[in-house]
C-alpha cells in the first residue's frame, strides 16, 4: 500500500514538474538566462512588425512590394536553411532598409537539445545573415517560442537578446484565415512597444499577406510609427543606475 502511494506520488510529481516546466518553456513573461523582450517598455507611439521563417521567393515577389509601397521597415527573422538555399533574398531585404533576425538554422524545437547543437543552430544562421549585409547586433527569435535552459543560458553566455512578441493573430485558428479579423486584432491590442509576429512566407498564408496593409493604415491611424526591432529597443528608458 505504501509503495503504491509513493507511485502515485512520484507520478503526480512527475506530471507536475512537466507541466511547469512546458510552460516556462514557453512562457511570455519568464526567462531563466539572458535578456528577452515580448514588447518594449515605451512611451513612444512605436511598435514593430515581425516576420518569421523563411525567405522564401514570395518574399520578392509580394512582400517586399508591399513593404515598399507602404514605406514600413520590418524585422524579419529567418532560418538559416532557407537562408542559405537562397542567399539573394536575404540580402535583398537588406538592401530595401529591412532587418534580419535569428530564427534558427533547421527550425526545430530546441529544448533539450546538447550545447553543440544550440551554437551550431545559432552560429551557422547568425553567419549567414552577416553575409546577407546585416550589420548591428542579431538578435533571436526561438522556433515556436519555445526555449528553456539550454539555449538561454548560450544566448545569454553570447551577449545575444532573445525576442519575442505581444501580438501573433495568425496563431489564432480563430481568425488565421480573415484578413480583416487579424487586422482588428492586432489594431485593438497593440500598445506603445509591441511587436506584432506574422507568418508571411508560405502559400497557404495568403490571409496574413492581406491584413498587413490594413494593420498599417489601422495603427497609423492611432498614430503608431513603425520601426525595426532594434529601433524599438533603443527608444525603451535606459535604467535608472544608468541615467546621469
Given at each position: 500500500m505504501g509503495w503504491k502511494r509513493w507511485t502515485l506520488g512520484g507520478l503526480v510529481l512527475?506530471?507536475?514538474?512537466?507541466?511547469?516546466?512546458?510552460?516556462?518553456a514557453r512562457s511570455r513573461t519568464l526567462q531563466v538566462f539572458g535578456d528577452f523582450v515580448p514588447r518594449v517598455e515605451t512611451d513612444q507611439p512605436l511598435v514593430a512588425l515581425t516576420f518569421d521563417d523563411g525567405p522564401t521567393p514570395r518574399a520578392l515577389t509580394e512582400v517586399l512590394p508591399m513593404l515598399r509601397d507602404l514605406d514600413v521597415p520590418a524585422t524579419f527573422f529567418v532560418t538559416g536553411a532557407?537562408?542559405?538555399?537562397?542567399?539573394?533574398?536575404?540580402?535583398?531585404?537588406?538592401?530595401?532598409?529591412?532587418?534580419?533576425?535569428n530564427h534558427s538554422?533547421?527550425?526545430?524545437?530546441?529544448?533539450?537539445?546538447?550545447?553543440?547543437?544550440?551554437?551550431?543552430e545559432v552560429e551557422?544562421?547568425?553567419?549567414?545573415?552577416?553575409?546577407?549585409?546585416?550589420?548591428?547586433?542579431v538578435h533571436f527569435r526561438?522556433?515556436?517560442?519555445?526555449?528553456?535552459?539550454?539555449?538561454?543560458?548560450?544566448?545569454?553566455?553570447?551577449?545575444?537578446?532573445?525576442?519575442?512578441?505581444?501580438?501573433?493573430?495568425?496563431?489564432?485558428?480563430?481568425?488565421?484565415?480573415?484578413?480583416?479579423?487579424?487586422?482588428?486584432?492586432?489594431?485593438?491590442?497593440a500598445r506603445p512597444g509591441s511587436i506584432v509576429l506574422l507568418h508571411v512566407?508560405?502559400?497557404?498564408?495568403a490571409a496574413s499577406r492581406a491584413a498587413v496593409p490594413a494593420i498599417v493604415a489601422g495603427l497609423r491611424a492611432r498614430g503608431f510609427r513603425f520601426v525595426t526591432v532594434s529601433q524599438l529597443m533603443q527608444a525603451a528608458p535606459a535604467p535608472a543606475e544608468a541615467r546621469p
Open positions: 512527475v506530471v507536475a514538474t512537466t507541466v511547469g516546466l512546458w510552460q516556462l532557407e537562408l542559405e538555399r537562397r542567399p539573394g533574398l536575404g540580402a535583398a531585404l537588406v538592401a530595401a532598409g529591412h532587418e534580419l533576425g538554422y533547421s527550425h526545430r524545437r530546441m529544448l533539450l537539445r546538447s550545447p553543440a547543437f544550440i551554437a551550431d551557422r544562421t547568425d553567419a549567414l545573415i552577416r553575409a546577407a549585409g546585416q550589420a548591428g547586433p526561438p522556433p515556436y517560442g519555445l526555449r528553456l535552459f539550454g539555449l538561454p543560458h548560450y544566448l545569454a553566455r553570447t551577449g545575444r537578446t532573445t525576442v519575442l512578441w505581444d501580438l501573433e493573430p495568425d496563431s489564432d485558428p480563430a481568425i488565421a484565415d480573415d484578413a480583416d479579423a487579424m487586422a482588428a486584432h492586432v489594431i485593438e491590442r512566407m508560405y502559400e497557404r498564408r
